[in-house]
């Protein structure tokens, strides 16, 4: 079912990233990671991906900076974008649903809510 279906997972964390790429590799989905947020949006339009899980802490751009360049962008904007945070304040959660976040997750999760979530936005 999950077979086409494309995920980038960008996470700076590797112990998180591994976790997160074991759990969708054995869900069957097809899987890209990126590190950090440097060239983001060209390596993303490049992969084509059906969702990205984009974690809010990363290096020189954040993962806020990243949702909001992807939902400002015509060809990105219809992705879903589900955040990584382990910012659980009710503030970090509203600032990520108002920069267009699709979900927003505080870590650690659930490999089954994590699941759930992909699989709700991807139907």
Sequence with gaps: MNAN????????EADILE?????????????STLSDGKDALEKIRALAPDIILLDVMLGEWSGIDICQALKADPQLKLVPVILLSAK??????????????DRYMVKP???EDLMNTIKSLLS
């Design 5 to 12: 279906k494309k995920v980038i997972v960008i996470e700076d």
């Design 19 to 31: 976790d997160i790429c074991d759990l969708l590799r054995f869900n069957r989905y097809l899987v």
């Design 109 to 111: 999760f659930k490999n």
């Design 88 to 101: 659980s304040q009710k503030t970090d959660i509203e600032s990520g649903f108002k920069i267009g976040a």
